[in-house]
């Protein structure tokens, strides 16, 4: 890469080039990005971004025109859109409420779902063609810290995080439920919960029906996650959660990559706040599948 940097994203993009954004180094933030060429082997600079993000207080929506869309959730209503074809980066409307820790998915013709975050039900769908925001069915639960993902027949996963944080204790309540919504009938469902209720989870395609929950945080009594060794698959047609193989080491905010064999590769990631894994583990095969998770 042009720019050291950690804390940052990366996405492939529709073209099969890889965006690098935000993160920092170690003496700032950085709103640079740049672009890697597999063809070519190259890393570009890239437009700058209109502010500075880190993770986890960012992510990101694949939107179906090729657009990606960059959500900030830290106490914030600001969004920007990458644009690939034209190397821009342009400030959307802002969300229809201040959120932090919440999480976005994408939905069909180039639309995308915000929900959540600290003390927050309510939902808004983004519509990129009119730059605006509306309204969604609001989640069952509160749910800070979670997942998000697209599922194959169109429906939408939340999962993992917590539903309360008190500031006083640090103690977060995580919650085991998993809740499903349908842009259809602009509804949500309960499935089957998580026998082990996690924090900063890593998710990855487990095939055609099934996605993979990958290590997380768990509480420790004391406020302070630690990370879980804990793997699961979720069937999202029978709406039922196995347990798979544990991890060796426990790790949350850790990458996770399904490779064309069906291994899953699973790196990076903290042990907990003070010590930062690099180690890689490589997970049991797993059915070969088109990876729904972006």
Not at 69 to 78: E, P, R
Not at 122 to 149: L, V
Request: glycine share 8%.
């Amino acid at each position: 890469m042009n720019t050291f940097r950690y804390k940052h994203q990366m996405v492939t993009l529709r073209d099969g080039r890889v965006l690098a954004y935000a993160g920092a180094d170690n003496t700032r933030d950085w709103s640079a990005s740049e672009v890697y060429d597999p063809a070519t082997g190259i890393w570009t600079p890239a437009a700058n971004m209109n502010s500075w993000y880190l993770k986890p207080y960012v992510s990101h929506v694949q939107l179906t025109d090729g657009r990606l869309l960059v959500v900030d959730h830290y106490w914030a209503s600001s969004c920007e859109v990458f644009d690939p074809t034209t190397n821009t980066w342009t400030p959307t409307s802002p969300t229809p409420e201040v959120r932090t820790l919440s999480s976005a998915a994408p939905l069909p013709n180039s639309k995308a779902i915000l929900c959540g975050g600290l003390d927050l039900l309510s939902c808004a769908i983004y519509d990129a063609s009119a730059d605006t925001w509306s309204a969604a069915a609001p989640m069952p639960r509160t749910r800070a810290d979670f997942a998000m993902t697209p599922l194959t027949d169109g429906r939408v996963l939340a999962v993992f995080g917590y539903t309360h944080w008190d500031q006083w204790t640090n103690v977060l309540a995580l919650t085991p439920f998993i809740d499903i919504y349908d842009p259809v009938r602009d509804s949500w469902t309960t499935a089957d919960g998580l026998a082990t209720p996690r924090g900063y989870p890593a998710l990855v395609s487990s095939g055609p029906d099934s996605i993979m929950f990958v290590g997380g945080s768990e509480n420790t009594g004391g406020g302070y996650p630690v990370g879980s060794t804990v793997c699961e698959v979720f069937n999202h047609n029978a709406g039922t959660v196995t347990p798979c193989p544990r991890l060796n080491v426990g790790r949350f905010l850790c990458d996770t990559h399904r490779m064309s064999s069906g291994v899953v590769m699973a790196h990076g990631g903290y042990q907990n706040y003070d010590f930062w894994e690099d180690s890689i583990e490589l997970l049991a095969d797993m059915p070969a599948s088109t990876d729904t998770t972006g």
